[in-house]
């Protein structure tokens, strides 16, 4: 496997395309963002961490019958996937209320609902990632009515199989994002980063936060709790 030009800068992964036209390598980097940009900082090993614990959650949910792009871990900072083309949709899945849910409706942080959200927003960094409905990602003409039936029930199955695995390890899964790519054959398959970057994960004895929001919100350790993530997750796959 050949690794050919960039395709793609983003935040905190750049994209290489392969002599596979099929395949791509997803390159993690150090860098992390928030508020759209307004926050940023380099932190050094962070992708490092991301890389390795993006790839055990993926092996977790292809075990658990999801399709997804995620094809093999290369090297500490790269792994190769399948090419897709993202659809262009944030879901956001909430199982405890927390940042943005808590502050819009003024929910106090940590209530636990009844129930499950799922959020959808709009991709677009230039409007702050809307919220919008099925309604409004029909209407921009990001998916069809029959896919979002099948994205809702496919999101709700991930966020079964990552809630018992973070379970396994003494972590809360408050909520994540997550998105979905088209692959050339069109099939919806699950694809981008799935680490403390995009999941929200709360210590289950000490409630201690366990994730970007260290980053967020100037709690410090940054490092030490991506660390503990990989490590809790490395030796329940170990076990196995
Ligand atoms: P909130 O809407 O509360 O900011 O985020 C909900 C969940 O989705 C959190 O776990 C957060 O990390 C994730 N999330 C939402 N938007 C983004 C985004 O633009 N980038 C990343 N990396 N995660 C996001």
Not at 16 to 41: C, G, M, P, W
Not at 58 to 82: S, V
Request: aromatic share 6%; hydrophobic share 40%; with cysteine.
């Amino acid at each position: 496997m050949k690794q050919l030009e960039l395709l793609y800068e983003g935040k905190a992964k750049q994209v290489y395309a392969t002599d596979d036209s099929e395949r791509i390598i997803v390159r993690f980097k150090d860098t992390a963002t928030a508020y759209n940009n307004l926050k940023k900082a380099v932190i050094a090993n962070k992708g490092l961490l991301n890389n390795d614990i993006s790839a055990m959650l993926y092996r977790h949910l292809e075990a658990a019958g999801i399709c997804t792009h995620f094809i093999e871990k290369l090297n500490e900072r790269d792994q190769l996937c399948r090419r897709v083309s993202i659809i262009p949709i944030e879901v956001i899945v909430r199982n405890i209320v927390a940042g943005t849910m808590a502050q819009r409706l003024g929910m106090e942080e940590g209530t636990r609902p009844s129930n499950t959200i799922i959020d959808l927003c709009y991709k677009r960094d230039d409007l702050g990632d809307p919220l919008i409905n099925d309604d409004h990602a029909v209407a921009l003409g990001l998916v069809t009515y029959g896919e979002l039936k099948g994205i809702y029930a496919t999101t709700r199955r991930i966020n079964e199989a990552l809630t018992a695995l973070f379970d396994r390890v003494g972590i809360t899964l408050v909520d994540f994002k997550i998105e979905y790519g088209r692959t050339s054959g069109g099939g919806i398959i699950l694809a981008d980063e799935l680490s403390p970057d995009t999941c929200r994960l709360w210590d289950k004895q000490t409630g201690e936060k366990l994730d970007k929001d260290r980053f967020r919100r100037d709690l410090g350790k940054i490092i030490e709790a991506y660390g503990e993530i990989d490590r809790r997750l490395k030796r329940l796959e170990e076990e196995f």
